[in-house]
């Protein structure tokens, strides 16, 4: 309920600034001080809206943050960081990732929009997230590289450090019409 103001405060970074500007204009016109102040007042409000905001960071921004900096991993055909970001809980899956992964030598990637985010409300904490992501990827070694786009799924949990870690994935090209 509150992810308008947690996660997200454009919406009342815009109003703030739109409302300033009506009472400056308002204070200009009549020569009324107390339309300053007022301005004053809701350019300090949204500034501590904006602050409060920035200081709160949610669970699922600590999710999408472990998404972006693993797209970055990815880019850099960086296979050793690339599995830091899985639970050495889940053999199985780390397994999976570390023989499926060398067969790719990535360009590009970049994820293109979260479209699903389930915070499972479990102990641990998991997090199912769906998402497309747009790659240039040479595959087996190929001579041209190629560009798609792939919806991907990722299970994450959150370990006793505080650090989500991926149990499970998958991924499949978005227009198949498959659902993950």
Avoid at 148 to 168: M, S, Y
Wanted: charged fraction near 25%.
């Amino acid at each position: 309920m509150t992810s308008w103001f947690t996660e997200n405060s454009t919406v009342p970074m815009i109003a703030g600034a739109i409302l300033t500007l009506v009472f400056i204009a308002f204070a200009v016109h009549s020569r009324e001080k107390v339309m300053l102040k007022i301005a004053l007042v809701i350019l300090a409000i949204t500034a501590a809206i904006v602050t409060c905001e920035r200081m709160v960071v949610t669970q699922r921004e600590e999710v999408t943050d472990r998404i972006i900096a693993l797209a970055d991993s990815v880019q850099r055909n960086d296979f050793e960081a690339i599995l830091d970001f899985f639970s050495d809980d889940y053999a199985e899956t780390r397994n999976r990732a570390k023989a499926e992964m060398p067969r790719y030598d990535f360009q590009t990637c970049r994820v293109s929009g979260i479209f699903n985010y389930n915070l499972v409300k479990s102990e641990p904490p998991t997090a199912e997230i769906q998402f497309n992501v747009s790659v240039t990827v040479r595959v087996d070694s190929g001579a041209e590289p190629l560009w798609g786009q792939r919806r991907v799924k990722l299970t994450f949990q959150k370990d006793t450090e505080g650090v989500w870690e991926i149990i499970d994935y998958s991924h499949s090209d978005p227009r198949s019409g498959l659902k993950l």
